[in-house]
């Protein structure tokens, strides 16, 4: 099993989540799920998504410990994105994330190895 899912916070988020050992956002509050990110999907997110954010942090998901919960599924038609993205139905805690980095404004350039991950 592969870790190639993450989640992609601003830097308060972060602060707030390692406080309380939740990660907690007003989106996911709202849509009742963790949005999270494969690998391959990652570049659009950080493009549509945080586009406002000079600094965001990358979480690197220990999917052993979020599967149960974990689902596919498609997104609307209205954000003209295609595939099917990964929805955590539960707590994320700051303990089921393997690693974390932080990604600057400059286009948001990857770590080498999660762009390796992409293209597997």
């Not at 994105?81 to 990964?86: D, M, S, Y």
Request: proline share 2%.
């Amino acid at each position: 099993m592969t870790n190639d899912v993450y989640k992609i916070l601003t830097e308060e988020e972060w602060r707030q989540g390692k406080a309380s050992s939740k990660i907690i956002t007003k989106l996911d509050l709202k849509d009742g799920f963790v949005h999270l990110s494969t690998a391959t999907q990652l570049n659009a997110s950080l493009s549509l998504y945080f586009s406002n954010e000079s600094k965001v942090i990358l979480a690197q998901i220990n999917l052993s410990k979020i599967i149960n919960n974990l689902k596919f599924e498609d997104v609307s038609i209205a954000n003209n994105r295609g595939g099917k993205f990964p929805h955590f139905y539960g707590i994320l805690n700051t303990d089921m994330i393997l690693k974390t980095w932080q990604l600057e404004r400059s286009a948001f350039c990857l770590p080498k190895e999660v762009l390796l991950q992409a293209e597997q």
